[in-house]
Structure formats: C-alpha cells, structure tokens
C-alpha cells in the first residue's frame, strides 16, 4: 500500500513557518543576552523538527539544511559551543533561507540555490566541516546460502518490551527455511523461576533466502546490549533445493527519497484558519438557540386566525429570532477574528535588522498584540504597517549622534500598539523622532504642484500632505522606504480595507500614525438618509452629531463654499446631491439637515434631505459586476429588496476637496 | 452552472450551431448568444449610481447579486423611447480576460425569439453603419429573411467606461 | 484490533503516523508531549507506545522511563523515533526502558512494517 503524503504537507508547512517564528523571536532573544537553557532548547527543538518532518515528507534540500543547523544548535545546549552574536546571526540568517526555501516548495517556484549554498558554507565553517557530502557508510553486503545464528538474551531481554518469539520470528521471514533448537539449560527449578526473566537460548539454522549478516544484525539492532550473539555463515552449502526467493521488502535500505520536492499547489496566504476550540462551542450554542426560535415561529405558519395575542406572540417571536440571528452573527464574524500579533510579529526582526542596516539605535516596544481583527484584514494589513514603520525607521528616527545633540536618549523608541475603541480596531506608530518637516513638506507640495503657492494651511492638512499621490521628500528614494510605494498606496490599501490612516506630529519629539480599521468587511452599522428620491447610506461609526440647520450658522467663503459654524468649529458644507447629481427634494439647508462626519481627521458636514432608520447593513462590493466608484464604499440590499448605496466618508472628502480645487479654496480644518 | 460561459462557449464553436437569443432595438434586430442568457426580466426601478455615463442606469439587486444595467439605446446614442410593456432587460453573463465572469443586464425594446443558427450563415459584417460599432458585431445573419446583427457581447460590455480596471495597468 | 499511543509535538508527524496505522486498522491514539502521553497512558491500556523523543514539557525519554515503571505496561513495547545521528540516545533511550527504535525519517511502509514485526 502506498499512502499519499501530499495531505500532510499543508499541516507541515504551517507548523514549520510556526517554528521558524519561534526560532526567530528566541535568536532575537538570545542576542539579547536571554541565554537560557529552555530558550536555547526551543530554538533547537523547532530546528530538528522541521529537519523531522522535512526528511519524512521528503524536502531532502531542507532537511540537509536544516542538520547543520540543528547540529549547531544541539552544540550550543550541550554547553559545547558559547553564544555568540556571530553565529546566532548566522543562524538567524539561515532561518531567513529556510523559510524562503519553504516558501519556494510550497508555491512550486524555484529555490534560490545560491543563498541556500552560502548560508550552509557559513554553518559549516563554523562547525570546522569541511563542505563535502558525508561518505556513506558501507555494509558488509557478504551473503552466504546459510546462516547460524547462537542467540543468547540476557536475563531482562524482557524488560524493555522485546520479545524473544518475535526475534526468532523475524529472522524465520528472512530465510527459506529455520531451524531452531532451544537450550535450557540455564532453566532453574520451577519454583524458582523469575516469570519476567529470560533464561533460555536459541541456536537457528537459516537456509536459502541470499540473507547478509547485516540483516541477522538489524533484526537484533535493538537488543545489541541485551543478548550475545554468534552468527556463523554455514560452509557447506546445504543440499536446498527451492525456489529463488527474492524479497525485496526483507531489505530495507535507506529511504527512498522519491518524492518531489517541488509542489503544484500555490497558496500565498493560507486558506484556513485556527479556530479556538470555545469560539465553535458558541456557535453550536447560537445554532441551537435559532433552530428553537425558528421551530417556534414556524408554528405561526399554521395559524388559521390572527388574534392579537398571536400577533404579540408572533411579534415576541420575530424579536428573538433578530436578538439570536445578531448573537449568531457576532459569533461567526468572532471565529474569524486572530490576534494582531500575527502582524506584529514580524517587526521585532525588521527592526533589529533596519537598525544595523540605517545604524540607528532603536527600541521597539508592542502592546495589545492580543487584539482581535478579522482575518483578511489582517493578512493585508501587514505590508502598510512595514511601510509605516520603516519610515519611522529611516526618516522619523534621527541617528544616535543627532539624538544626543537634541538632548535625548541615544535609542529611538517605536512603539506599535493596538486596541479596540468602538466598532474598529486601532493600530498606532509612535516615534520619539524628529517629527515631520512641516515647512519642508507644504514647499514639496507647492512644488509638486499639488497645492497653491499661497495656500495656508493648519499644521495638521499640511502633515496630510504626505498622503497625497505624487509626494515623496526622500531627496535619495532610499531602497527600504522609497521604493516606488509610497504613502499614498499605503492610504489607499488601508481605505480598501474599509479604514482610515492619519498623522500627528509634534516638530522635535515624534510623529503618531494612527490607522482605524473596521472589525469586520463584511457588515456595518448603516445610517439611511434620504437624498431626493433616494436612499444613501453612512456608516454610523463615521457620524458626530446630526443638526437642523440654522441658517445664521452658516458662512459663505470666497465664492462657492461653505462652512457651518457649529460651537467654536468651521465645518465644511457638503451638498451631496450636488457631488453625486441627483435632484435633492430641497436646495435650500434649512428644510434639510446637517450630518456632521469624520473621516482621518477631517469633518465635514453632509446635506441631506431626510434622516432615515438606522439598521445592520451587509457590505456589497459595487466591483463584482461593475467598478469601484469614487465616494462608495459599495452598496447593501435593503429590506425591500432594492440597493442602496454606502458612501464612503474619506472618499467623499477627496471627492469635495477636488470639487473645490477646481474654485481654488482649501478646507479649513478644526481651526476657528 | 458548473461550467463557466467560457467553457460553454468552447464547446459550442465546435458544433457547427449557434443558438442566439434576439431582441429588438430601434428598429433592428439583433443576436446574442443564448448561452450567456442568464435571465430575461421585466423592467423595474433601479438604483442609480452618482458620476456614472447616462446608459448606466443603475444597478439591481439579483439574488442578493448586484448587477448594473445598461441601456443600449443610450449607450449607442440613439432616440430615447419611454419604456412601456414590451421593454425588456435581458441579464447577460460576461466573460472578462483574466477576471471572473460578471453578471450585467442590458434594456432592450422587446424579446423577439430563440434561432439555431448554422456557424456558416453568420457573414463578416461590411462597414455600413449600424447603430452598433461594428467592433461589437460579430457578423450578419439572415434568418427568414431577416438580418439579424450578431453581438460580441464580452467585447461591448467591457469596453471603455464599463471596464473593471486591468490589475496591470493600476 | 491493537491499540497504539503515537506521540509527538510535530502535528504533521503525528497527522502521517495516525493515518498509516489506523488506515492499517489499528486504533490511534495522539499526544503531542510526554506529560499529556503519560496521562492517557494510565487512563488506557496500549498495545504499543510509539513516541519522538524531543518534545517540550516532557521528553520522550523521561517518558518512557516514567510508563515503565507502571505495572501494566512492564513489557508493552516502546518505541522511539529518532535521528540516525542520535546514537547515544538510543542507549539513553534503551537504559530508560524503550524496546527499540525506528530512524527518522521513515515512510508509512517503514513505519508499518516495524509495527507489525512488534506487534505480531
């Protein structure tokens, strides 16, 4: 039977890439002077089993790979080999090969052979190894027509779970033909006989079967110390007449190595998902409360008459079944949350590696790791969150000679953090930097043409700029932050994700990037309004406050904008239906009302004709069959069946702000 | 469908049959492929999108899909006619390459009939005119001595302002 | 049919030793360390302990020589899966009471055919 092992690679490979993590974080921590025996251990317990199941699943190259690095490892937790910054950087160096090379063989492309030949000439040169191939041993492949074999166990062969039948049975399957005959002589009186002792001996006679002496040893390899044993290979050949056997199951060799090491399945992000055992136990729970809660209201089915007491029940009835269908949907949106720490982790050696590569002396400190955010933000969340951080990194933290001047600590502290405040997640960078260039960046902006030479500006639009497309002040593009990807497609993925990102600097103490992301894709809590005819929708998180207008409050400025003074606070009025061209039931403010929103740090104040219901809307992308329309976030179905639009805050901002370039007047932020 | 509209289609070209769906527009008749038929409905209220050409009239909920709607007539520039009893959207599947299929619907006049028409009788389409970019024509047909105007379907739908935007080119 | 206690802190090395047996009509058993093997050990009777011996918590080793000491399993075979470079734990392994070994890293036939010369 041949078992197909192609089912475990998948298992495999993520236990690896688990491993490979812990070795990571445990080199890192090593470095820092962390030598303890347990963490060396784990280092090294993850190396042989990745070597392991390499071997077994056949990765021949890993498992190569990985021996030397496990012999390494094993050294330094005999106490043979001391720690050093040396080679735990070469080891961690060679964590970065395997896991491309594991990489490579599970989306079927090429391993970089050239990488893989320099990090093992590294590792044997620190182990003293001359780069050859081990010599393989050779057996003695000196097979004769007979056998005999003296077999003599000790007296607690039995005691470690051998048993004397199977041996002799063994060596019977390997030969044409046994002959045993028992001694025992060493048999004492019945009465003293130790039943868990052995004391008998076996003398067998092994005819035909072409047998080598190396297979009368392997059958006896676990008992070597436990017995004596004497084979002598029969001079005469005995007059056997028989059919050749030849079995080639009897001799087993080294494994075969057959299978390929490159797969034909691609998976870039994986497709499943580690669910705590408690998040499915809930969902059972919520199931079943549903399922009684839907037998009940399939009574009412039956229902000839409806009197209001049915009616009430059936009202009661239907309250249920919103209040455990919300339940149930928390629930599942639960399952496929996962701590951000899968995103964080990556950054404790990006950091250690960019402060060699900038020589820059950096701390880095996590918090909330522990949040929870849905799956598939979090997979795409990763790469904005590197960007942020390395140009912390290379432009917001200054180098330790400029530090000191600036009276602060030689080593710049990031901090990455992470909580939940209302219905998003919030993930912030914070730098004790330098802080952003204020005047450098409204110079680079008028420059680049993206704002008016007179423009004025409060500090926190002109901090905004760095997102606009076409906006970079890296006078050298260095190759880690300005390669190509700037600040603007790192805005432009949060917003796909449904979130916002925003800065905050202070000129000579640091800068706070602050991204929001919503907890879920798939659903908001929608505002309806009514906009003419139609029906929009804002999703409530973005809301402040809705008012009626007065219209005394407002404010024309230069031409065709216009503000609302609403407290000590100028916003911006947005008449939506203007934007979006639909006839509005009333153009004049005062017959409608003001939905004040907020969107990465910008407010404005949205016109609309009617405040509509509130309700849970499910998140339809306008892509599938159609594009991306700037201003929408996609559109839901309603209760009635027909679609409503969702709008989406940040988009509409740009969309206005465009709106009002074209009459060259800029938004005044939170500024009186 | 278990097959894709792709899929489908490869094995009809090997029939030496075209079976196609035709409806009226302005005055002419034209074909399209029955099997990238999905559904034929009725005209009802749709939800307009904002900063959208005229011919997109807006997008309806299928099923829990959400399918935009073109009308032809607007889109190929000719007389506007109010939409009465016969008027017609037909629910297309539309094949994007190297995108999945999408689903659209397009409003049309009036249904006319299913023909079986033999691959052979579907002539390349001299440059005469139709209301239709003749880049959308896939040929002419003649069926009881009608023209019918055979469609390229994917090529109209995808063209221009309809197009999901080429992952290459973002 | 025999029963077997497989352990292991590799899931995709427990997931393949699993499969092989039971699809050989044994009946599996996982752990995936010394201490949770111990345990299920004295909660039930094994035909056949099968385990790795680096594994967090309790190693292989230490757990073997812990069954052993129970009565009942006095004479149920042990095996230890190990590297071919390991030569001194298999004489740990042995003092320790383990039965034998089988050399990681093996195959399903491999791993068949020594559970089948053990267990009859």
Redesign the interface.
């Given at each position: 039977m041949s078992i197909d092992l192609q089912q475990f690679h998948e298992t495999f490979f993520e236990e690896s890439f688990e491993g490979l993590d812990i070795m990571e974080s445990g080199l890192l921590g090593l470095e820092q002077g962390d030598v303890d025996l347990e963490n060396i251990n784990t280092i090294f317990r993850s190396a042989h089993s990745i070597k392991g199941g390499s071997g077994t699943f056949g990765f021949s190259a890993v498992a190569e790979f990985t021996h030397d690095m496990e012999t390494l490892l094993d050294q330094m937790r005999n106490g043979e080999r001391q720690v050093s910054k040396s080679v735990v950087e070469t080891l961690l160096g060679s964590v970065d090969v395997l896991r491309n090379m594991l990489n490579a063989i599970r989306d079927g492309s090429d391993i970089d052979i050239d990488s893989v030949a320099e990090t093992t000439v590294a590792i044997k040169a620190i182990l003293g190894l001359e780069n050859t191939v081990s010599a393989v041993e050779n057996s003695t492949e000196v097979t004769a027509k007979g056998w005999i074999v003296h077999f003599k166990p000790f007296t607690d062969i039995m005691k470690t779970g051998n048993d004397t039948v199977r041996l002799i049975r063994e060596l019977n399957s390997l030969a044409d033909k046994a002959e045993v005959t028992i001694n025992n002589d060493s048999l004492p009186a019945l009465s003293d006989i130790e039943p868990e002792d052995c004391y008998q001996s076996w003398v067998i006679n092994l005819i035909g079967g072409d047998i080598s002496e190396d297979d009368i040893h392997e059958v006896f390899s676990w008992v070597d110390d436990d017995c004596e044993l004497q084979i002598e290979a029969l001079a005469n050949e005995a007059d056997y007449i028989g059919p050749e056997r030849r079995d080639d199951e009897r001799r087993q060799k080294a494994p075969e190595r057959r299978n390929t090491e490159r797969r034909t399945t691609k998976s870039s992000e994986s497709s499943s998902i580690r669910v705590n055992i408690s998040k499915v136990d809930e969902l059972i729970n919520m199931v079943g409360e549903l399922v009684i809660t839907q037998s009940m209201l399939s009574r009412f089915g039956d229902q000839e008459d409806f009197t209001p007491a049915t009616i009430e029940r059936l009202k009661d009835g239907l309250a249920q079944l919103e209040s455990h269908t919300r339940e149930l949907q928390e629930s599942v949106m639960r399952v496929r949350m996962m701590p951000i720490s899968f995103a964080f982790q990556r950054f404790p050696r990006l950091v250690h590696d960019l402060s060699t590569t900038f020589e820059k002396k950096i701390e880095l400190i996590v918090t909330g790791e522990g949040t929870e955010l849905d799956k598939t933000v979090l997979e795409k969340i990763g790469d904005p969150l590197v960007h942020l951080v390395r140009n912390s990194l290379d432009h917001g933290i200054e180098s330790p000679a400029d530090r000191v001047q600036a009276g602060k600590s030689e080593t710049g502290v990031i901090e990455l953090s992470a909580f939940h405040q209302g219905g998003n997640i919030v993930i912030q960078i914070k730098d004790d930097g330098a802080g952003l260039n204020k005047d450098k960046i409204l110079s680079k902006a008028k420059e680049k043409g993206l704002v008016s030479q007179d423009e004025r500006m409060p500090d926190e639009q002109v901090y905004d700029l760095i997102f606009r497309p076409g906006f970079s002040t890296a006078d050298v593009v260095s190759d880690v932050s300005g390669r190509g990807v700037g600040m603007d497609v790192v805005r432009r993925n949060i917003r796909e994700l449904g979130g916002a990102v925003e800065v905050k600097s202070t000129p000579g103490e640091g800068s706070v990037f602050t991204i929001r992301l919503p907890l879920t894709l798939a659903i908001l809590d929608g505002q309806l309004v009514g906009i003419g005819e139609e029906t929009y929708i804002l999703p409530v998180i973005s809301i402040i406050e809705s008012l009626q207008v007065k219209s005394e409050n407002i404010n024309a400025v230069a031409g065709s904008a216009e503000v609302y003074r609403l407290r000590d606070e100028y916003i911006p009025i947005v008449r939506l239906y203007q934007i979006f061209g639909i006839k509005p039931i009333s153009t004049d403010l005062e017959n409608g009302l003001l939905v004040v929103v907020e969107a990465e740090g910008k407010k404005i104040a949205i016109y609309v004709d009617d405040l509509l219901g509130q309700q849970q809307v499910v998140i339809k992308s306008l892509e599938t069959n159609f594009k991306k329309i700037e201003g929408l976030s996609g559109a839901t179905i309603l209760g009635d069946g027909t679609v409503a639009l969702i709008i989406d805050i940040a988009g509409l901002i740009d969309l206005y702000q465009k709106d009002m370039a074209s009459s060259v007047v800029s938004i005044k932020g939170a500024a009186a | 469908m278990s097959e894709t509209a792709e899929e489908l289609d490869a094995q009809e070209t090997e029939k030496e049959f075209k079976e196609l769906l035709t409806f009226f527009l302005a005055g002419e008749e034209y074909g399209v492929d029955i099997l990238r038929v999905q559904e034929i409905k009725g005209w009802d209220s749709v939800t307009n999108i904002p900063n959208t050409p005229e011919y997109i009239r807006g997008v309806i909920n299928i099923r829990g899909a959400i399918v935009p709607i073109i009308d032809m007539r607007l889109r190929f520039m000719l007389e506007k006619k109010e939409y009465d009893a016969t008027t017609v959207v037909i629910i297309l599947n539309v094949v994007s390459k190297g995108n999945a299929d999408r689903v659209m619907g397009v409003v049309v006049d009036a249904v006319s009939d299913v023909y079986n028409v033999p691959i052979n009788d579907v002539k390349a389409s001299p440059d005469f005119g139709t209301a239709v970019d003749t880049e959308f024509v896939t040929g002419l047909a003649t069926i009881d001595e009608k023209m019918i105007i055979v469609l390229d379907i994917d090529h109209m739908l995808n063209a221009a302002e309809l197009a999901v935007v080429d992952k290459m080119t973002e | 049919m025999a029963t077997i206690l497989a352990v292991d802190?590799?899931?995709?090395?427990r997931?393949?030793v699993s499969?092989?047996l039971k699809?050989?009509g044994y009946q599996v058993t996982e752990a995936a360390d010394g201490q949770e093997a111990l345990t299920k050990a004295k909660s039930q009777q094994f035909d056949l302990i099968i385990t790795?011996v680096?594994?967090?918590v309790m190693d292989g080793i230490t757990f073997i020589r812990n069954l052993?000491g129970e009565a009942n399993y006095?004479?149920?075979?042990?095996l230890m899966?190990t590297?071919e470079?390991a030569g001194d734990k298999k004489?740990e392994g042995?003092a320790a009471?383990?039965?034998?070994?089988i050399v990681?890293?093996?195959?399903?036939?491999?791993l068949?055919?020594t559970v089948k010369?053990?267990l009859?």
């Open positions: - | - | 802190d590799s899931a995709s090395m997931q393949m499969f092989t699809g050989a790795d680096n594994m967090p052993r006095k004479f149920i075979p042990m899966l590297t470079s004489a042995k009471g383990a039965t034998g070994w990681k890293p093996f195959n399903p036939d491999q068949l055919n010369k053990v009859g």
